[in-house]
Every structure is written in C-alpha cells, then in structure tokens.
C-alpha cells in the first residue's frame, strides 16, 4: 500500500478495506482484545502487535480524504476512541516511531 495507493482507493474497494481494517483494529485493540488468546502463539505466528504495527502501518499509507472518509463512515466497527487508544498501545510498546502516531491520529 505504500508505494501503490489508487487501487486500494478505487470507489468498489475503498469502503471494504476501510471496514475490513477498522474491524481488525477493533479485534485487536478494542474492549475485547483480551479474551483474544491463543495457547501456543509461536506455533500459529500469532504475534498481535506485529500485526496492529502492519494494520496501521496500511492507514498511514492508504492516508487521503478518500480514505478518512470511508474509514469513517464504517458504521460497524469505527470508534474514534479505538485509534486514540490504538495510538496509546502503538505508543505504550513503542511499535512505532515517535512520527507515525501523529499521523495517525487523523483517524479519532
């Protein structure tokens, strides 16, 4: 997604991976993120911070009004207060670096 955009912001596309994403943000860093589990997550590469990392790092790059718009209009799973906290977890394991964040935040 970073360096090829127009696809992934095409009229047919855009709103499903907007909502396929918001969703797995959601999995993965909203109120239910704990009853998440996995006995041997070596065995299956379960690794969920890896994968919030790869989540967010597809919103930064996919970053556009076409994009805020469809990511906002996921009625199912968009909470502005999921990427604030999304932002504090990034923040928190240090998965991100001080700048990406920022960038992030235009999503709450």
């Known amino acids: 997604t970073e360096s090829v955009q127009s696809p992934f912001l095409r009229a047919e596309l855009v709103d499903r991976v907007a909502a396929m994403l918001n969703y ?15 006995l041997d997550p070596l ?3 379960f690794q969920p911070k890896e994968l919030v990392k790869q989540i967010t790092d597809i919103y930064i790059n ?10 906002a209009g996921d009625e199912r799973s968009y909470k502005p207060e999921l990427f ?25």
């Open 24 to 38: 797995s943000l959601l999995q993965l860093c909203g109120p239910k993120c704990a009853d998440l589990k996995v």
């Open 43 to 45: 065995k299956y590469g």
């Open 62 to 71: 996919l970053d556009s009004p076409t994009f805020l718009d469809a990511v």
């Open 84 to 108: 604030a906290l999304a932002i504090t977890r990034l923040t928190n394991a240090s998965i991100k670096s001080e700048y990406e964040p920022e960038i992030f935040t235009k999503f709450t």
